[in-house]
């Protein structure tokens, strides 16, 4: 930009500022919150942006919170059968990771909590 040009957009704030025309903004006097892109190859940024304003993740992150919910499901919950389920779901994710030829390792499941959780089942199912 030109010194011209950057006198003339000061000016231009300074007079909506005397004006009161940036007094209700959003988030007055709250500090920006400035995200960091420097991962980000700078020729994507804005694509990266835009996409990421317009709700759209990729597809990996997407399984990566759907598993991290199921979790949170398999934890939290007393319910056994929905436990197995949560853990079958588990491991369609993780099949599914590995034939794709990606690491499996964001969706292990330790074995004996699913050894714990299988036996409950089947005691609860028997009697």
Known sequence: MSI????????????????GKLD???????????????????????????????????????EHVEIRRTEDLLRESDDLAE?????KRIRFLKSKRLREGRSPDVFNIPEDYEEDVISKLEKKQNG
């Open 4 to 19: 011209g040009f950057d006198r003339i957009i000061e000016e231009k704030i300074l007079s909506a500022q005397k004006e």
């Open 24 to 62: 209700n903004l959003p988030g007055r006097g709250k500090p920006l919150h400035i995200e960091d892109d420097s991962r980000v190859p700078e020729d994507l940024r804005l694509a990266h942006k835009i996409l990421k304003n317009a709700g759209c993740v990729p597809r990996e992150l997407e």
């Open 83 to 87: 436990k197995y389920r949560a853990m």
